[in-house]
Nanobody, 119 residues
């Protein structure tokens, strides 16, 4: 059994910052790619940022230069530092990770954390 638990969401004014965390736990052998997605009301879920086990990162154009994804492999944890937040960043943010257990490889989702940016 694998769980991803996000934390760090909240309400912030435009121009402010937040840091999200997502910790994977359970019968984990290793964790491959770790990603952050977001879903705003009435919109499809979109990929915000991803990071490989080796630290190679990728960002959506809308967040480049403002968001930074990082990870701690020893803790199976991924972070998303969000600076210069805009009202259009308001969404539920979800963590997704490809996890190798001792039985299989599968992708898992966290429960989501709400980020609200006020203008």
């Amino acid at each position: 059994q694998v769980q991803l638990v996000e934390s760090g969401g909240g309400l912030v004014q435009a121009g402010g910052s937040l840091r999200l965390s997502c910790a994977a736990s359970g019968s984990i052998f290793s964790v491959n790619d770790m990603d952050w997605y977001r879903q705003a009301p009435g919109k499809q879920r979109e990929l915000v940022a991803s990071i490989t086990k080796g630290g190679v990162t990728n960002y959506a154009d809308s967040v480049k230069g403002r968001f930074t994804i990082s990870r701690d492999n020893a803790k199976n944890t991924v972070y998303l530092r969000m600076n210069s937040l805009k009202p259009e960043d308001t969404a539920v943010y979800y963590c997704n990770a490809e996890v190798n257990t001792y039985i299989r490889q599968a992708r898992y989702w966290g429960q989501g954390t709400q980020v609200t940016v006020s203008s």
